[in-house]
């Protein structure tokens, strides 16, 4: 095959090192030589490492995050995605994929090819509980197809979002044996939570926490460009060695930032709102042959207003969020056609198998019924619209946390009901799979087979040519749960073949058997969030209602027939629990609490030299946090120490002269100021949070003090930020200083106590 060398050398400059990850799994085999005293006398041998079938293409994974079915151009949708247009005019379309319902889920059951309570991963990592569906821990049982792939001789690399991992194990200290890099991967960068800032993202290379700042890309184009660099050093290296790549973006989830350019391309362009949205979307899914005859649109959801019978200002501000989503997805489309426009140009593409999953549920239901801007008061629930028209000109910025109100999610779901989470609904688990096939001459085609995130994997097995080994680095292997679709490539009418499959998140049920569906919506029941949920009404599982619909003939769940067939729903009700005790599903749980979370100890010392954020846990009552630092003169400045960001924390900080201690609720500020300079020498600060108002003190005489609402979001690690010290990493708590604003002085140890 014909290689561009100078395009590939050209990127190989844009990163460091090539595979400095664990190797494929190497048990000493007995030697097969002969030993003598002397080389003469010896017979050499060298067990040849295994490799790729021959013809075995590169194989790409790329996952979007928060996409419902209607949104993007490539399934009817009105946001412009060319690049996903192009794929899937190369390629196929699957219009009966479907996924977990979230995140965490999800990537779980896409990783693995095994159902996502069955690998621990019942709802998000972070959220783990001690049963074993619900653990937020993959076993090592249930390998990945990183795994599979590199025993297989292939170069693996994923980036983007991980969000696999429980929250007390993303320290510095790790455990790190769930990390990607111990998961098959060769090499990772990306970041662990279910979101992070765009322009400011928390990033990991490898094992080890980055900061970026003073960052200038968007976390889009910072990722295109890290595969890219992947592609160009791997090929550079071992041209007939095919790589696994797992491109996992941020977005489109919450928030919503990108560059005004591209906000500016929709300016006006949803101003007739999401009902118009949905007529308009699912007239050109039906044109389109994406919906099976006799599909209608069903009605509005409970809850969300007729765009006519909004007010202006309503009108303006929701008609904003919707219009900085779609320059979100359409500049995401933009940064995922350069890593393919880069295939092209190096001879790649045609031996590439590209697998596009857009989104890993629908539409998300976080934005609440006007839309979201940040986590102070009024930024998230019931806003009102007086203040969203405040925030107006910060939508898509670094300075907010948006998100848009559920009327545009429905849109997103086109033709579905219902949003994210709520795994009863096809609007939760239905989504669109573009497969790009090497040297297919079916393209453009649409598949209409009911598949499964959990397909993915066994059917990349079959295409590449490679095998599950039955051990992977001592664990012995649990069968794979999905089914190859590869049967589907070359016929379109070929009877679907995973027949059956469950679904549920806290609470909500469904099982799928040939046709059939049976589901349950059970409302959400988080301590502290129930206004996100636009169903928030807690009950007990004894008072859920059954549905039944036959998918066959109504593909978006409009009539409930449970009243017809009673015994058809008795069969599939009893087809859940069987399936559920089988996948560990049970018990039930709502996540009215997560993992009990770790005792704070009476005190916490963080040591000069630390040069990552630390995570701390901080617990109620009162809190006093001590900072023990040396200066030279007067003119020392700079950040203390930081925690959080700029959507909520707080920051001690030295400019112009003044001891200053911010705080941030993610939209204001409040300062407290010391009067006096820092003298030359030893100096202890201290920071006292009461009930109700926090202290600031130098050398043990109070300066300032100052009232809040609610002190978490000063201290308690916003997105999992935690604290820095001597500088201020990351996403920075204030722009009123340069970012980072290293400590010209020495901070000795931080401690906090409780």
């Not at 194989?59 to 209607?70: E, P």
């Not at 995605?81 to 995140?103: K, W």
């Not at 890290?226 to 007939?240: C, F, P």
């Not at 300066?703 to 820095?724: H, L, P, V, W």
Request: hydrophobic content about 35%.
């Amino acid at each position: 095959m014909k290689r561009n060398i100078k395009r590939l050398t050209s990127a190989l400059a844009i990163s460091g090192s090539i595979f400095p990850a664990p190797a494929q799994h190497e048990p000493l085999p007995p030697f097969q030589g002969t030993i003598g005293k002397t080389l003469d006398e010896s017979t050499l041998w060298h067990p040849e490492k295994k490799k790729a079938p021959k013809s075995a293409p590169n194989v790409i994974w790329i996952l979007l995050d928060d996409v419902g079915f209607g949104a993007s151009s490539a399934f009817g949708g009105l946001i412009e995605t060319p690049n996903f247009e192009t794929l899937a005019n190369d390629g196929l379309r699957f219009v009966n994929f479907h996924t977990t319902g979230i995140s965490s889920p999800t990537r779980a059951a896409l990783l693995t090819g095994r159902n996502h309570h069955r690998v621990g991963m019942g709802h998000h990592a972070e959220l783990g509980i001690d049963a074993p569906g619900y653990t937020g821990e993959i076993p090592f049982e249930a390998g990945t197809i990183a795994e599979v792939l590199l025993e297989n001789g292939y170069n693996t690399f994923a980036l983007g979002k991980w969000h696999g991992i429980p929250s007390d194990q993303l320290r510095l200290n790790g455990p790190f044996n769930r990390y990607p890099l111990n998961r098959g991967f060769e090499h990772f960068y990306g970041f662990h939570g279910g979101s992070t800032d765009q322009w400011h993202p928390q990033l990991t290379e490898g094992n080890d926490p980055i900061d970026v700042e003073p960052n200038s890309k968007h976390l889009n184009e910072l990722l295109a460009d890290k595969a890219i660099s992947y592609i160009a050093n791997q090929k550079s290296t071992d041209a007939e060695k095919p790589f696994f790549v797992y491109f996992a973006t941020g977005a489109t989830h919450a928030p919503h930032h990108v560059a005004k350019e591209w906000q500016d391309k929709y300016k006006g362009k949803f101003d007739k709102g999401w009902d118009w949205y949905r007529r308009e979307v699912f007239e050109r899914q039906q044109a389109q042959g994406l919906l099976p005859e006799g599909t209608v649109l069903p009605p509005r959801q409970d809850g969300i207003k007729a765009w006519d019978s909004l007010s202006a200002n309503e009108k303006k501000v929701f008609a904003r969020f919707f219009e900085t989503y779609a320059a979100f997805l359409s500049y995401t489309d933009h940064e995922v056609g350069r890593i393919i426009r880069y295939l092209k140009e190096n001879d790649l593409y045609e031996n590439t198998a590209i697998f596009l999953i857009i989104g890993d549920n629908g539409g998300s239901k976080e934005g609440t019924y006007t839309g979201t801007v940040g986590v102070g008061k009024s930024g998230i629930a019931g806003a009102d619209i007086d203040f969203l028209l405040s925030q107006y000109d910060k939508i898509g910025t670094d300075a907010i946390n948006n998100n848009y109100p559920l009327g545009w999610s429905q849109a997103c779901n086109t033709p579905f009901r219902y949003w994210k989470s709520d795994a009863n609904s096809e609007g939760a688990t239905h989504n669109p799979l573009i497969v790009h096939l090497p040297n297919h001459a079916h393209k453009g085609q649409i598949r209409t087979q009911y598949t499964h995130v959990t397909d993915v994997f066994p059917t990349t097995v079959e295409l590449t040519g490679t095998t599950i080994p039955e051990v992977i680095k001592g664990y012995p292997q649990w069968p794979i749960q999905g089914t190859s679709f590869a049967f589907a490539w070359n016929d379109a009418k070929a009877p679907a073949r995973h027949n059956i499959q469950y679904y549920e998140l806290h609470g909500g049920r469904a099982i799928y058997k040939d046709g059939w569906k049976a589901s349950v919506y059970h409302p959400r029941n988080i301590s502290g969030q129930s206004n996100n949920d636009p169903h928030f009404n807690p009950r007990p599982y004894t008072q859920d209602k059954w549905e039944l619909y036959n998918l066959n003939e109504d593909w978006n769940e409009i009539n409930d027939l449970a009243a017809k067939y009673p015994d058809k729903l008795k069969e599939l009700q009893e087809l859940f629990d069987s399936e559920a005790k089988k996948n560990n599903v049970y018990p039930l749980h709502d996540y009215n609490t997560g993992r009990p979370q770790p005792v704070v100890k009476p005190k916490t010392v963080i040591l000069e030299g630390t040069s990552q954020k630390i995570k701390v846990n901080i617990g109620k009552g009162d809190i006093t946090i001590t900072a023990t630092v040396e200066t030279a003169s007067r003119k020392d400045e700079g950040v203390i120490f930081a925690n959080g960001g700029l959507y909520g924390g707080s920051s001690l900080y030295i400019k112009d002269g003044k001891l200053q201690y911010l705080l941030n609720d993610g939209l204001k500020q409040t300062i407290l100021t010391a009067p006096e300079h820092l003298p030359a020498g030893k100096n202890v600060i201290g920071i006292k949070y009461l009930d109700n108002e926090v202290i600031l003190s130098v050398n043990g005489k109070e300066t300032a003090r100052s009232g809040f609402e609610s002190r978490n979001k000063y201290i308690a690690g916003i997105a999992g930020e935690g604290i820095s010290v001597g500088q201020d990493l990351n996403s920075p708590v204030s722009k009123s200083y340069p970012a980072k604003f290293p400590f010209t002085g020495k901070v000795k140890k931080i401690i906090i106590e409780q």
